[in-house]
């Protein structure tokens, strides 16, 4: 998803983003502009806002400083009741798999839930702000990990943080392979449940 240019003032809301493949072509090999989510506004002051989204089961493969779930190169993305599990980055070069913040953009980030901030990225110029309802922690989705990877296939000389495979079997034919099977509502015992801002509305949550 690519929101650019007059984009201001969009809101992502009960959102799933889950599945997905950023993948290096010869034409552009090192993908700088990759992100499951792209936010590159006219104007800095500019705001995109995510609300009850879902970051999940992503992988990416690129040599440039982006990020396989949230990119946000210019503007403001504000993230809030929303959860990053699972994301997957090449790190033989420079790509994180959470989020990344380039200089002149910012994020600010509160009631959400990440495997853990090692997977986050902000450039000198920039601005990644944490509220102070952050959590850290497995989701407990109904796809596990180990599910998303079965759905990998092994790509001699790259390494993953964790060690995992980075091509997706499902852009090839006949693997069978379908990243629509991942379930990622909570099972009862996640700590994401009711960890939200008590504030928001909740009867739309998915």
């Not at 993908?31 to 995109?48: I, K, M």
């Not at 970051?55 to 959860?83: E, Q």
């Not at 509160?110 to 309802?133: I, K, Q």
Request: charged residues 15%.
């Amino acid at each position: 998803v690519y929101v650019t240019g007059a984009g201001g003032g969009t809101a992502f809301e009960n959102g799933r983003f889950v599945g997905n493949a950023l993948q290096r072509w010869q034409a552009e090999a090192t993908c700088p502009n990759a992100g499951t989510v792209h936010v590159n506004l006219a104007n800095a002051a500019d705001a995109v806002s995510f609300d009850n989204c879902t970051f999940a089961y992503n992988v990416g493969d690129a040599s440039a400083p982006t990020a396989t779930g949230l990119l946000v190169s210019k503007g403001a993305a504000s993230v809030h009741n929303s959860v990053f599990h699972g994301n997957l980055a090449y790190t033989n070069g420079l790509m994180v798999a959470d989020i990344r913040v380039k200089n002149g953009a910012s994020c600010d980030v509160d009631w959400t839930l990440f495997d853990s901030t090692n997977d986050l990225h902000v450039a000198s110029a920039g601005t990644l702000t944490f509220g102070e309802h952050i959590l850290l922690g497995d989701p407990l989705f109904r796809s596990k990990l180990s599910d998303f990877v079965d759905l990998l296939s092994t790509k001699t000389g790259v390494s993953l943080d964790p060690e995992y495979p980075v091509v997706p079997l499902w852009t090839r034919l006949g693997t069978g392979k379908d990243p629509s099977v991942l379930d990622v509502h909570a099972k009862r015992r996640s700590p994401a449940i009711d960890a939200g801002d008590p504030a928001a509305e909740w009867r739309n949550e998915l």
